[in-house]
């Protein structure tokens, strides 16, 4: 079975990172404004890639249903021509 895109794992530490980049943000907001000119690519590269994660999730578990799917229905196919056969034939 190969390996996924995005475990469970990497999903909550891009969460745990957002959530640092906000408090990071929050806290820039309050020293200087020109940090927050720093961090607000970053956090819209964040909110950008978290649409992409969630497309690519649903992505995956439709083609890992979909190749079930198509296993069960050969197997099934096959089995009814050695039936057929064998009801046939005798």
Not at 30 to 45: C, H, S, V
Not at 57 to 73: D, F, M
């Amino acid at each position: 079975m190969p390996k996924p895109l995005l475990t469970d794992e990497m999903i909550q530490q891009a969460a745990r990172e957002k959530e640092r980049l906000e408090r990071e943000i929050a806290q820039a907001r309050q020293d200087d404004t020109q940090l927050i000119k720093q961090f607000a690519p970053q956090k819209a590269k964040l909110e950008k890639n978290s649409v992409y994660k969630s497309r690519r999730i649903e992505s995956q578990k439709r083609e890992e249903r979909g190749k079930k799917i198509t296993k069960y229905i050969v197997i099934l196919v096959v089995l009814l021509i050695i039936i057929t056969v064998i009801v046939f034939k005798f």
